[in-house]
């Protein structure tokens, strides 16, 4: 499902960029997964010209053995996949969970991981290279004060910052560290779990972690 007014999302960028010989209805077939997220759920962005988005049901297809279920909906950067750009691969993600799921400390490393893992292989082997993705890593600290403020919904939110050390295969099959801030809450009222995250390749006081953070702060769950 394309978020309106935006210019493309993960799925056609796939097929872009990896050239595999799949047609686009298959990768979205492959990435919307039967979910129990509310299909009237919606969120609310504030996002600048040149921002573009999507929204997939989860496990997502190119990481089937996930146990999180819902929804995940992303905002890129203008740059995400051009390497020479200072907000290369940075976005704001949240995902909708199931009320249950687990975002304990060792739940967020397990399920972040085989996201990556997975979207890093399903990517890569559509460019012909093999990556091997048990050499990922994650190190995931609980953060006291993160730089700007939580989502306007987040009701004492666990915070945290991650680094992800992955292959980035999109742009440039290279080695990245990817860190992230984030933030994740119960909601009672919406029976839901929210997970947030700023992700970007760039240090804490770039320029574009101003940005993820405006968003994230707008951020709202309808």
Do not use: N
């Not at 992303?74 to 909708?96: C, E, Q, T, W």
């Not at 975002?103 to 093999?130: D, E, F, M, T, W």
């Not at 994650?138 to 004492?156: E, N, R, V």
């Not at 992230?180 to 760039?202: N, V």
Request: with cysteine; hydrophobic share 40%; aromatic share 10%.
């Amino acid at each position: 499902m394309t978020i309106p007014g935006h210019k493309t999302c993960l799925a056609s960028a796939l097929l872009f960029l990896t050239g595999a010989s799949v047609s686009l209805a298959q990768i979205k077939a492959e990435a919307a997964p039967k979910t129990t997220a509310p299909k009237t759920e919606t969120f609310h962005w504030e996002t600048d010209p040149g921002w573009f988005g999507e929204r997939i049901k989860l496990p997502p297809g190119f990481s089937p053995t996930m146990s999180w279920k819902g929804i995940e909906e992303i905002r890129f950067a203008p740059g995400m996949f051009k390497a020479d750009r200072p907000d290369f691969f940075s976005y704001a993600l949240v995902f909708s969970l199931a009320a249950d799921a687990d975002v304990s400390p060792a739940g967020l490393r397990k399920q972040i991981l085989l996201y990556y893992q997975g979207l890093s292989s399903r990517v890569s082997a559509g460019k012909g290279r093999k990556v091997d993705v048990s050499k990922f890593t994650i190190d995931l600290k609980p953060a006291k004060d993160l730089p700007g403020s939580a989502p306007k919904q987040a009701k004492a939110p666990a915070a945290y910052l991650a680094t992800l050390k992955w292959i980035e295969p999109f742009a440039t099959g290279k080695p990245q560290d990817l860190h992230l801030e984030i933030h994740a809450w119960k909601d009672k009222i919406r029976k839901r779990t929210y997970l947030f995250f700023c992700a970007s390749p760039q240090s804490s006081e770039a320029p574009i972690r101003k940005s993820l953070r405006k968003i994230r702060t707008a951020f709202v769950a309808k």
